[in-house]
């Protein structure tokens, strides 16, 4: 059932990757909906399968870690079974669909996404033709007003635009304005569109599997590739390029009138245990919906919280070591896995990242702690990037952890003290970026 292993790749669910604490793979809920009874079976598999350590990535998915070859097998059969897996490898690993949270629960949606989410997940595992899609091509979902996908980006968006849905491309400047009944099949052209011109690139019609829209776009404009789907109409749009995911902060937001609201839960530098995913899903219960809403900000949203339940969802998600309020020092930190997690890390990020949370750092913006200059938790722009290299982190400001850094060799002791006060005094063993001591 499982696939080869792969190393330094996009895992799946069927396409495990080697990591430093055993494998990992990834779980990729419906329209980032999770029922309490799939939550309850992931959390029961990962302690069974794995370490019992979740992430939460970037996308939106479910990342289980430290799992065996042989536990693999039995995980991916869990997962099959409460409808968390397409049944072909190749399926799984492009059903890469990003939804807002809420979708039509969301009273100022301008369509329902989660339905939209749904049906192109479905084409993407029915279609044989979209197993050649490169791993990592995605597409996003967004009809949020409460919780939009602010920042976040994919190679085919759909988004809102004056009341209907609009498609944009990775990189290009164009949108094309359609009927909400019309965009499923527009988006299909898209893809097959996409997938022609890449099978045409390679050598022997052999398809790269790294292409991803921005280099068709490069090579014929944004106008080209509708022209290329057979889509008449794209209007003129602004440039659509990837930057930091937009984080809400943690807390209550009532909505529908105040009735009703919904709760957004962080995970500690991205990262829970899986007896906490289990709480949540009693929480969900309990108090909201029956559904854990999965979010690429590092954080679940429970949705269908009454005010006068709101502060007991919170102390209650407090318990399981949830970050819970906007003022919570954790917030503010992204970190990797890190040592000993990540075979490529060079240092022990989580720790670190609780050390930092623990001293005395103030200043808007995101502060993510990164193992190596690859950026894995974080790869867009953060207020603070802190990079370990095996001579201790160099700290990039106000970029990508793979930008050129203020300062290196830095001590988290060194670097919490240079984060707290800009002008504190710099070690001695801290040079610049052009080498000044």
């Not at 569109?193 to 776009?217: C, H, T, V």
């Not at 075979?343 to 200043?363: E, F, K, M, P, V």
Request: one cysteine or more; a neutral charge; hydrophobic letters at 45%.
């Amino acid at each position: 059932m499982t696939g080869p292993t792969v190393k330094g790749w996009c895992p799946s669910l069927l396409t495990p990757m080697e990591s430093g604490d055993g494998l990992l793979v990834r779980v990729k809920p419906h329209a980032a909906t999770l029922t309490a009874e799939q939550a309850e079976v992931v959390a029961a598999a990962a302690g069974r399968h794995g370490n019992g350590m979740i992430d939460l990535t970037n996308r939106g998915h479910l990342q289980v870690r430290g799992l065996s070859a042989s536990g693999v097998e039995g995980f991916a059969g869990e997962m099959a079974q409460m409808g968390l897996a397409a049944a072909h490898p190749r399926a799984e690993a492009v059903r890469n669909v990003l939804a807002d949270p809420l979708g039509p629960d969301d009273p100022a949606a301008a369509f329902d996404s989660h339905r939209l989410a749904r049906c192109l997940s479905a084409v993407l595992e029915a279609d044989p033709a979209f197993r050649e899609l490169p791993d990592k091509f995605g597409l996003l979902v967004d009809a949020g007003a409460a919780l939009p996908l602010t920042g976040c980006s994919a190679d085919i968006m759909v988004r809102p635009y004056r009341g209907r849905p609009g498609i944009a491309l990775a990189g290009g400047d164009r949108r094309l304005i359609l009927p909400e009944a019309a965009v499923e099949m527009a988006v299909v052209q898209l893809l097959a569109a996409f997938l022609a011109w890449n099978k045409g690139q390679g050598e022997e019609d052999s398809p790269s599997p790294r292409a991803r829209m921005k280099a068709m776009i490069a090579a014929c404009g944004a106008g080209g590739v509708f022209d290329a789907a057979g889509l008449a109409g794209a209007q003129p749009a602004e440039i659509v390029r990837t930057g930091a995911a937009q984080r809400p902060s943690p807390g209550f937001v009532a909505l529908a009138n105040r009735a009703l609201g919904y709760v957004v839960l962080a995970a500690p530098f991205g990262s829970f245990e899986a007896a906490a995913l289990a709480a949540l899903a009693a929480l969900s219960r309990r108090y909201a919906d029956g559904t854990i809403r999965v979010t690429p900000w590092k954080a679940v949203v429970l949705w269908g919280v009454s005010p006068s339940e709101a502060a007991c969802v919170r102390e209650s998600a407090s318990d399981i070591d949830l970050v819970t309020a906007p003022d919570d020092p954790r917030g503010s930190f992204v970190a990797c896995a890190g040592r000993p997690r990540c075979a490529n890390a060079h240092a022990d990020t989580r720790a670190d990242a609780a050390y930092l949370a623990g001293a005395n750092i103030s200043g808007p913006g995101v502060l993510h702690v990164s193992g190596c200059a690859k950026g894995c938790a974080h790869p867009g722009p953060a207020a603070a990037t802190l990079v370990a290299a095996p001579g201790g982190y160099d700290l990039v400001r106000d970029g990508r952890p793979g930008d050129p850094p203020a300062l290196t060799g830095l001590t988290r002791e060194a670097a919490a003290r240079i984060l707290s006060n800009p002008k504190a005094e710099v070690p001695g063993s801290v040079r610049s970026a052009s080498g000044y001591r």
